[in-house]
């Protein structure tokens, strides 16, 4: 809810406000728990009297929602311009307040939906022909604020943004300390946290995704007595940067938006551009604003069709075959992988063209019938006529040389003349941001959809931009053709869900979610690895988005040996799926997955659906816990996981968090699925702040071992009265 009171405006959610006081540029009076409604806020007056104003947007300190180039600002601002003859200085001034207004629908971008309220703050400048519309809109259910910027150039002479940041929030002097979710390939989203001392600590992504590097998603949080924590995340999948810029004099600054790396956009005569919507939110302490973020990517980010709808269960035929498939061994596959509970049956890379490796065939969208032995339509038949479901894999954003698409259309590989081109995973970014090659895209993508009636597809993308011709817009012009792309096929299929993934989680932002409700989370399926890879990327994102395969022992990847039970208890932190030869595994395997696609089946609500809390451990710990309690606090499931167990040390207990402490729940401890779990019944209180004991859950064979091995427990819970 937004309210013009005076001279202030007042921007509350649910449990906050966001007080500014208004003038050239809105001053940041308050930012924290809500505040009571006044006629006025006269004591807060007190910045207006400032007399030694050197700038607009940043004066002794004040604390501004807006900064710019050439504004005497003596540290980073928001916005920089460079007019047509080279003039730097912005004089942007505060124009009009426009309050009980729509979110502005932003140009080829997406956003969060069903906002409560906004409020847009109007500036001008005038050398410039500039305006800058910055709008804050809020939600009944939620304390997120969404925030962005359009600029527009209302004149004759074209000017060029060089930065444009999505949000700005101005802090008082303080202990604080940024957090990032950091990481590359195989090791994404570790949870890092940096204090932040006097000059400036950003994170940033340079390829043209929001990287694996450093994920949009950061907290920032102040040490003290009172808890302040601030989240914010970027509805955005390219070069991103986050900036916490700190000086004794001036307090704290937080930016985050598109990374101005290289950027040095043409905004022409009554042109504009937007920024990405950037969303942030304040709580008491860093659990709670994660809670927040992760309530309002279900609610507001995810596609609203797709939000309550069940998962599947997948196996994906990549970590179980690679390329080496025919038709046979796909119904084998799909054969067994029904008698155990599977429904999603995913056709992985390897189908197309002559691809019989990673050197060929990007960009040929049809079947290698001789490979398969049959047509794309009559295999998914098949996998229909089984029961299952069935996916498919595609990387439509490439290109290999060695392909009929190269052949016709050489020109659409992104190379430049004369420079030699660098091949990743020996494959070139095919040139989406031209229209002709979308067109071409929508078309092969909708003839595999309706040929094999697909229920599901995963969205591939192996590499990074390096040919960075028309530098200045490429990488924002690279994202809005993969949003037009994604924009039209989900539009035409909306009962298709699509999976986004970019050499496992090279993509894992708000912008892909606001199209693929799931993201393949790493191409590590290690169990032990995904611990910590989950353990991060759950801080900013609900479970239903976090795709998890049980996968190989000893891991393809690490060569850690990992039990079926501990994979499994790993994997349903997230959406269940399996990536190996079912086909090959032992009955006692089989049945044994039976009875976890069981248990997930029954738990699958609660597990993609519900409340995420953070328990006791962490992955530094070498012991971690979560539960995951259903909305109504009816269900709940938590696990434990120990990465780690010293000889002769007891592991600690595991406390429950989220359930209804009044409520008496029945419990069951599971320890491996196959044996008869141990159960009791008793009061949600004495397991929220008692807990249940553990016991010794390595045995000594494993223990002995040292094989990086695992160890972990459920723990369910049925509520049976209120
Ligand atoms: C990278 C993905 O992350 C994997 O899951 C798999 O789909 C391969 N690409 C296929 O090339």
């Given amino acids: 809810m937004v309210k013009r009171i005076n001279n202030f405006v007042k921007i509350d959610t649910k449990n906050t406000t966001l007080l500014l006081r208004i003038d050239s540029i809105p001053e940041i009076v308050h930012y924290g728990k809500k505040l009571s409604d006044a006629d006025d806020y006269p004591f807060w007056e007190y910045g207006k009297n ?24 003596n540290r980073e601002t928001m916005l920089h311009a460079v007019s047509f003859d080279g003039n730097g200085s912005l004089r942007l001034r505060l124009k009009e307040v426009k309050v009980g207004m729509n979110k502005p629908i932003l140009n080829g971008m997406p956003s969060s939906y069903d906002c409560e309220d906004t409020v847009i703050f109007v500036y001008e400048d005038v050398a410039f022909s500039m305006i800058v519309e910055q709008y804050f809109s809020t939600f009944t259910d939620s304390d997120v604020i969404a925030t962005g910027i359009r600029v527009k150039n209302v004149g004759t002479q074209e000017f060029y943004l060089r930065r444009a940041f999505s949000m700005q929030l101005d802090f008082d002097n303080g202990d604080y300390s940024a957090t990032a979710f950091v990481g590359n390939w195989m090791r994404e989203r570790k949870m890092k946290k940096t204090d932040i001392s006097v000059g400036c600590t950003t994170f940033s992504s340079f390829l043209g995704h929001s990287s694996n590097v450093v994920n949009p998603f950061v907290l920032c949080t102040k040490k003290g007595k ?9 509805v955005y999948s390219g070069n991103h940067k986050e900036l916490f810029d700190c000086s004794v004099h001036h307090g704290l600054r937080v930016a985050t938006g598109i990374n101005d790396f290289m950027l040095n956009y043409k905004i022409a005569p009554n042109a504009s551009f937007d920024t990405p919507e950037a969303v942030f939110t304040y709580g008491d302490t860093e659990e709670n604003v994660c809670f927040t973020m992760r309530s309002f990517t279900q609610e507001h980010i995810l596609r609203k069709d797709w939000v309550q709808k069940p998962r599947a269960i997948a196996i994906n035929t990549w970590e179980t075959f690679l390329f080496q498939f025919d038709k046979a061994k796909l119904l084998e596959l799909c054969d067994t992988a029904k008698r155990i509970g599977i429904e999603l049956f995913v056709l992985d890379d390897g189908w197309f063209g002559h691809r019989d490796d990673d050197t060929t065939s990007l960009g040929d969208w049809f079947a290698n019938e001789k490979k398969l032995g049959c047509t794309i339509e009559d295999l998914a038949k098949e996998i229909h006529a089984h029961g299952l479901q069935f996916g498919i894999w595609i990387e439509p954003e490439m290109i290999s040389e060695d392909s009929e698409l190269y052949k016709t259309h050489p020109d659409w590989a992104m190379t ?13 970014v095919l040139d989406i941001t031209k229209k002709e090659v ?17 229920d599901y597809i995963k969205w591939d993308c192996n590499r990074g931009i390096s040919e960075l011709k028309n530098s200045g817009v490429l990488f924002h012009d690279y994202v809005l053709a993969v949003y037009d792309l994604f924009d039209r096929l989900t539009k035409k299929y909306p009962n298709v869900l699509f999976e986004s993934c970019a050499s496992g989680g090279n993509r894992f932002d708000l912008g892909m979610l606001c199209y693929t409700p799931q993201i393949w989370t790493s191409d590590c399926t290690d169990a032990r690895s995904r611990v910590f890879i989950q353990e991060g990327t759950i801080k900013g994102y609900p479970l ?16 850690n040996k990992t039990s079926l039970q501990d994979r499994f208890a790993v994997a349903i932190q997230g959406v269940l799926g399996y990536e190996l030869n079912l086909t090959a595994l032992p009955q006692s395997e089989l049945d044994e997955i039976s009875l ?18 953070e328990g006791d451990g962490s992955s530094d710990d070498k012991f971690i816990s979560w539960s995951v309690v259903s909305k109504d606090k009816a269900s709940a499931v938590t696990t434990g996981v120990c990465l780690q167990q010293d000889y002769g040390v007891k592991l600690p207990k595991i406390r429950v968090s989220g359930i209804d402490e009044n409520a008496t729940y029945k419990v069951n401890v599971i320890r491996k699925l196959t044996d008869v779990p141990e159960s009791f019944t ?29 160890a972990s427990v459920l723990i369910t819970m049925e509520r049976i009265n209120a």
Wanted: proline share 2%.
């Fill in 50 to 73: 400032y007399t030694m104003v050197s700038s607009a947007s940043d004066y002794c300190g004040r604390k501004c929602i807006l900064s710019f180039s050439g504004d005497a600002n």
């Fill in 226 to 234: 009172k808890g302040f924590s601030i989240a914010s995340n970027l």
């Fill in 416 to 428: 430049i003349e004369g420079v030699t081109p660098l091949y990743v995973r020996n494959q070139l």
């Fill in 438 to 454: 979308r067109d071409y895209l929508v078309k092969q993508i909708s003839q595999v959809i309706e040929e094999s009636q697909t």
């Fill in 544 to 559: 239903s988005t976090v795709s998890a395969h049980v996968a190989y022992s000893p891991s393809h990847h690490t060569f």
């Fill in 596 to 613: 976890q696609t069981s248990f997930y089946k029954k738990w699958r609500n609660t597990l993609q659906f519900g409340d995420f809390y």
């Fill in 682 to 710: 008793a009061k949600g209180d004495l397991l929220v702040n008692g807990g249940v004991y553990l016991g010794d859950l390595y045995d000594m064979k494993t223990l002995n071992e040292n094989s990086n091995s695992i």
